[in-house]
């Protein structure tokens, strides 16, 4: 006899299948069975545009791990591409931060203002009645030269997970041939000739790296011109006419539909007159496994998002500090070694942001043909052979019970774990051929190595903390990574 299905009741009816089953088939009739309940089980969530079901989204594993993204300033103001020397340290509330703006992608607000260095500079260069769309054209002759596949290769050489394009910056000037047009730019100087966005999110998905998208929605200075004179003007420019909500909507659906973004970066809040749940929603019903940033103006975000700055503790809720190389994120060719991170200081920032829970989205500024200046290449090339080395201390980890240690001399050391491994990274060099970390009692069968070269060293407690013996030749330059495997902390 043929094995059969028992039939099963359902309220008082008897399920019988139509047909015989095969006697391969019927014994996995139970796990295909599981298994179609499983899919059942894990379906998207169709999210609809209320803060309760957006709530819902949870935070990707893929973002989560990532730890390091590129971010990219690159347009119009690319081409006069420069800004004062000044507020190393983005002082946003000092009084002539406006007027001495050291974001060269400001460069259309800054050259408006009386008395300011860029309006100087424009007026030196090109003349005081040179119009910035002016710098369209030009633009477009300068892109013809740009190859998105070196662009990937160099952020997945660096250590990138991900890079975030700046789609559509405060001037409107789209980076892709939006078919939304915008009522204020002639029909030749509204966009890119070519689709940038595309072509580099082809080339960075060749790279297996994700792709973001940066969208200025709470400025447009082609709807509301400004410019920014004082600081309560940083609200009063801010477009809220219903035509500019259905401009802004248009766009973001168009760069969801057309692109598939892994991130949507909005900046500056989003117009009231627009729908944000709406957008939200849509995102995520096209790319569940997508995040968005906290600058919609909205209660919901996947991840808060520091400019400058970093935090002091472990956060719960998961960051991304943006910053750039230099002081500006767009282009400035004012800006050089001096006004550079220095490369220890770079990767002591990368371990510091991913000991608290948060990941660096870090900026370039390439110049009007797509070149990314030698002293930031210099920066990538330095964190990706870090990475390379070092990685393991970096990706995939989550923060220990407190991400901040000290050595018995005062080295800093930063904390990351991964499962029952713990990782101690150095934030300076060891002043001895030995170190002790304070405050830190492993498991006695612990095992203690350092990344980049094999074999176990030598250790023991002393005291609360805990002696390790260094290699005589250490590996590497900066922030050696000890790895403590069994530690049972």
Request: with cysteine; glycine share 8%.
């Amino acid at each position: 006899m043929t094995p059969g299905f028992r039939p099963a009741r359902a309220g008082c009816k008897i399920f019988r299948l139509p047909f015989r089953l095969s006697p391969i088939v019927s014994p996995l009739l139970p796990a295909i069975l599981f298994a179609a309940l499983a899919l059942v089980a894990t379906a998207p969530i169709h999210y609809e545009p209320t803060i309760e079901s957006l709530n819902q989204h949870p935070l990707p594993q893929w973002y989560a791990d990532a730890k390091l993204g590129i971010f990219i300033h690159w347009g119009l103001y690319s081409v006069p591409g420069w800004a004062p020397l000044v507020h190393p340290n983005h002082d946003f509330e000092s009084t002539d931060y406006i007027t001495h703006n050291p974001y060269a992608e400001w460069y259309l607000n800054s050259m408006r203002l009386d008395g300011s260095p860029t309006q100087a500079y424009h007026r030196e260069h090109y003349g005081a009645d040179y119009d910035y769309y002016n710098f369209a054209p030009v633009f477009d002759d300068q892109i013809k030269k740009w190859n998105p596949e070196a662009w990937a290769t160099i952020f997945q050489r660096a250590g990138a997970k991900y890079a975030v394009l700046t789609s559509k910056h405060h001037d409107g000037f789209t980076l892709w041939p939006s078919a939304v047009s915008n009522p204020s730019l002639p029909a030749d100087r509204q966009h890119a000739t070519r689709d940038i966005v595309g072509e580099l999110a082809a080339a960075v998905r060749k790279q297996d790296l994700r792709m973001g998208l940066y969208y200025s929605g709470g400025y447009d200075w082609t709807f509301v011109h400004g410019p920014i004179r004082v600081a309560a003007d940083y609200k009063s420019v801010k477009p809220q006419s219903a035509a500019y909500g259905v401009y802004v909507d248009a766009q973001m659906r168009e760069l969801i539909n057309r692109y598939q973004p892994s991130l949507l970066w909005n900046d500056i809040d989003y117009p009231k007159s627009g729908h944000p749940l709406e957008i939200m929603a849509d995102y995520y019903n096209s790319v569940p496994d997508g995040v968005v940033d906290d600058r919609f103006g909205v209660k919901h975000s996947d991840f808060k998002s520091p400019e400058y700055e970093t935090l002091d503790n472990i956060s719960p809720i998961k960051w991304e500090e943006c910053r750039g190389l230099g002081r500006s994120f767009g282009y400035n060719r004012a800006e050089g070694e001096a006004e550079t991170i220095a490369p220890k200081d770079l990767i002591y920032l990368l371990v510091d942001i991913v000991s608290k829970n948060g990941n660096l989205l870090l900026d370039v500024g390439p110049e009007a043909d797509g070149t990314i200046p030698a002293v930031q290449l210099s920066r990538l090339q330095a964190l990706g052979n870090w990475l390379h080395q070092n990685g393991e201390a970096i990706y995939a980890t989550t923060p220990w019970t407190r991400a901040s240690g000290t050595t018995a001399d005062g080295t800093e050391i930063r904390f990351t774990r991964k499962d029952s491994v713990i990782y101690a990274i150095l934030l300076g060099q060891p002043k001895s051929s030995s170190i002790t970390i304070r405050s830190f009692s492993p498991n006695p069968n612990a095992k203690i190595t350092i990344l980049g070269q094999a074999g176990p060293l030598s250790w023991s407690a002393q005291g609360s903390g805990t002696n390790v013996v260094l290699p005589a030749k250490l590996p590497g330059e900066y922030a050696f990574a000890l790895k403590i495997a069994g530690s049972g902390l």
